[in-house]
């Protein structure tokens, strides 16, 4: 990927531009971390970018960003700008095409993602980019307070940061924050939710949920129980969010409600029997039983143990079992069927047809 994208600057370079990989990438190809998100940022404005790339798209045009494809892969190209003034604490009033890679890289938000790389894989670092990183370290470009005024977003993603790298937030990043957190309310609960899952799938979550909780964000963002999600043992976003009883402000997907409900009803049960295994599947008891200090081990094993994992592997079908019972089709074959299913699973009767046969006509017949 990193060849292609050198390819695509070289592209640039050729046609008399200049262009770079800016930002994420170049800070986690320096940290070793394996990355599949590339921007470019150039003096090419977005017209002269179209012109340059026929595989291209304009997805938003009044802030210089171009999407080209180059070899079934898509780079974000923004051309170098100064943004002149904000509105709603989150977007720019005006963008303004600018000829400078120094000055664009000052309007961004975090050192860490001010470092570039040319087209022969040279860091170009202005701001001091690979001493923070060295130094483990989050610090805005400029006046926190004012970075966080600017885009309040910044100050979720300087929480994700950290996070992920498992840095350390600077002290004026850190008291900026506190200043500044009532703004996160004018955030979208989409924008917020969006944050959140990244730092709730994060391995170093916990680390995360504590510069939440510290900062107060907690209240801002409405999360009245995360303290009791730190040390729980859950391994993914759904599942903490299934803790915080949130569903009615965050914007959730029917499936992901789902889940959450189910891992809820699951902590009630014994996440090692049969028919709660079988009911609720693998990953809502691996879920629920974390949360209960069961060990996954015996989760999985007792699960790979189940006589069936789906109806469907019953085998019989309804057909037969009216065909055995001379019926027609009535509410009798769910009761019939939620009968062997239960035998079945905890090993009363075998998964044989001939047998569940036998065991229709003896108790039904």
């Excluded at 090419?44 to 997805?59: G, N």
């Excluded at 805005?140 to 993603?157: M, P």
């Excluded at 989760?299 to 019926?327: C, F, G, H, V």
């Amino acid at each position: 990927m990193l060849d292609v994208a050198l390819k695509l600057l070289k592209e640039f370079n050729n046609h008399s531009y200049k262009a770079y990989i800016v930002g994420g990438f170049v800070r986690d190809h320096i940290l070793g971390i394996e990355s599949n998100d590339i921007d470019i940022t150039t003096n090419a404005t977005p017209k002269e970018i179209k012109e340059l790339f026929e595989d291209s798209c304009l997805p938003h045009e009044d802030y210089g960003s171009v999407i080209v494809m180059m070899k079934g892969i898509r780079f974000e190209i923004t051309t170098f700008r100064l943004e002149i003034g904000y509105e709603n604490n989150r977007q720019p009033v005006e963008v303004q095409y600018i000829d400078d890679l120094y000055p664009d890289l000052l309007r961004r938000d975090f050192i860490i993602n001010t470092l570039c790389m040319d087209e022969d894989g040279h860091i170009i670092d202005y701001l001091g980019g690979q001493e923070d990183i060295k130094n483990k370290i989050i610090r805005t470009v400029g006046d926190a307070n004012q970075k966080f005024s600017e885009d309040c977003l910044r100050i979720l993603r300087a929480v994700r940061f950290a996070t992920i790298l498992n840095f350390q937030l600077a002290d004026d990043v850190i008291a900026a924050i506190r200043n500044q957190k009532y703004l996160i309310e004018r955030l979208s609960y989409q924008r917020k939710k969006e944050e959140l899952d990244k730092i709730f799938n994060c391995p170093n979550r916990d680390y995360g949920i504590r510069l939440l909780l510290d900062l107060g964000l907690d209240q801002e963002l409405e999360l009245q129980h995360l303290e009791k999600v730190i040390d729980c043992g859950v391994d993914s976003a759904i599942a903490v969010w299934s803790l915080l009883d949130v569903s009615s402000k965050y914007p959730f997907q029917k499936n992901e409600l789902e889940i959450m409900e189910d891992i809820n009803e699951a902590k009630c049960h014994n996440n090692l029997d049969p028919m709660c295994l079988y009911k609720y599947g693998l990953y809502v008891n691996s879920c629920a039983g974390r949360m209960k200090g069961i060990d996954l081990k015996s989760i999985n094993e007792s699960y790979a143990n189940l006589a069936i994992k789906s109806r469907n592997d019953i085998q019989i079908d309804s057909d037969s079992i009216m065909t055995i019972l001379n019926r027609k089709p009535g509410k009798y074959l769910k009761d019939i069927y939620d009968d062997i299913e239960r035998e079945i699973l905890y090993k009363r009767l075998d998964n044989n047809r001939e047998k569940i046969q036998n065991y229709i006509i003896e108790k039904y017949k």
